[in-house]
């Protein structure tokens, strides 16, 4: 037995030493490539929350039910598709007074429900609209604004060729310094984007009891979003 396996060693030391086994360092010339697309929001994605606050919990039930329905008729009076409304978040809890500092023990406030909606506005001049109805209809809280772009795939394709094309360009002229050139890329990834794909503007909690002309005179700045792509490509040395 142990000059079988002495004989199998021998073997694979030879195969080892045959002329051409061993794989040749192909020299190499790794870069990266980052492109950006600036594109004006022609979407957005609105979070609000509706909360009530009643000793009875059916109570608190009906109320929040009833402005939440307030909220889809003014979609429904806007147009907004009822696929692009929905219920989000939905909580129920007892609610007492914090008296930690008092040795008296805590009060018993009532049951406070709460609906998170997201309401998807595939048209931005909606939102003129939309945000005053919401506050005047009782919504406690605009979580915020999530400016979108419905092309986001295209601008996205567009990014990541601009990419490639700038890590190619890249690697050409390092060549070139070195009187060399480049071959074939052996190696393609894409790095995940540090950038959010959507400019997100937060609220600072709009009260639902704001006055009418507080609310009328909300106005919406648009800007541009972000889209942005990183290549990181290996091509061949020559």
């Given amino acids: 037995m142990k000059t079988l396996f002495l004989l199998l060693a ?42 009530t606050l009643d000793l009875n ?3 608190a039930r009906s109320k929040n039910d009833e402005m939440v329905k307030q909220v889809f008729r003014i979609a429904t009076d806007l147009r907004i ?38 309401i998807v506005v595939r048209d931005i001049k909606v939102l003129e609209r939309l945000i005053p109805g919401v506050l005047l209809a009782g919504v406690t809280r605009l979580d915020e604004v999530d400016f979108q772009s419905s092309k986001m795939r295209e601008h996205s394709d567009e990014a990541r060729a601009m ?40 609220s600072s909690s709009f009260d639902g009891r704001a006055s009418a ?11 541009k979003i972000r889209i942005s792509a990183r290549i990181q490509i290996v091509f061949e040395l020559h």
């Fill in 81 to 118: 598709d009822p696929s692009d409304v929905q219920t989000d978040i939905i909580s129920v809890q007892p609610e007492y007074t914090d008296e930690d500092d008092s040795p008296r023990p805590p009060k018993f406030l009532g049951y406070a429900m709460s609906k998170r909606i997201v």
């Fill in 163 to 202: 990419a490639v094309r700038a890590a190619r360009e890249k690697a050409a002229a390092m060549a070139s310094e070195l009187g060399q050139s480049i071959g074939k890329a052996i190696h393609i990834s894409e790095t995940q984007n540090q950038i959010p794909y959507g400019f997100t503007a937060n």
């Fill in 10 to 51: 021998l073997v694979a030391l030879a195969a080892q030493d045959v002329p051409g086994q061993q794989e040749l360092v192909r020299p190499t010339v790794n870069v990266s490539g980052t492109a950006e697309v600036l594109v004006v929001p022609d979407q957005a994605e609105v979070r609000m929350t509706v909360r």
């Fill in 57 to 59: 919990l059916q109570l």
């Fill in 213 to 223: 002309s507080d609310a009328i005179s909300t106005t919406v700045a648009l800007g």
